[in-house]
């Protein structure tokens, strides 16, 4: 079973900064696209930033200059360091990826898959 967990979440004031990680663990084959969402109360879901295998970002206009995101693929873990955080990116932060992994659920099911998976997130709070 392929799962993603986040941790690094937390209070913090504004200005400061933040590290939040994500670890895919499971019967991994490949990892392709990993990426950052968040939400806050109220809101709908958005994108904050991705990466790909060969490590090529993209980034929302609202975060461009203060958040880099990165991978570690020997670890399957991506990472959001995010910086001079205002009050408004407090939200709840998830990682996605798309995964490609083993699958075996009987002796004529069995193979390989890409699926697209979500962590259970981690609260960011700024404030002071």
């Known amino acids: 079973q392929v799962q993603l967990v986040e941790s690094g979440g937390g209070l913090v004031q504004p200005g400061g900064s933040l590290r939040l990680s994500c670890a895919a663990s499971?019967?991994?084959?490949?990892?392709?696209?990993m990426g950052w969402y968040r939400q806050a109360s109220g809101k709908q879901r958005e994108l904050v930033a991705t990466?790909?295998?060969?490590?090529?970002?993209n980034y929302v206009d609202l975060v461009k200059g203060r958040f880099t995101i990165s991978r570690d693929n020997a670890k399957n873990t991506v990472y959001l360091q995010m910086n001079s955080l205002k009050p408004e990116d407090t939200a709840v932060y998830y990682c996605?990826?798309?995964?490609?992994?083993?699958?075996?659920?009987?002796?004529?099911?069995?193979?390989?898959?890409?699926?697209?998976?979500w962590g259970q997130g981690t609260q960011v709070t700024v404030s002071s």
């Open positions: 996605n990826a798309d995964i490609r992994s083993y699958y075996d659920e009987g002796y004529y099911n069995k193979g390989y898959r890409t699926l697209n998976y």
């Open positions: 499971g019967r991994i084959f490949s990892i392709l696209v």
């Open positions: 990466i790909t295998s060969s490590g090529t970002t």
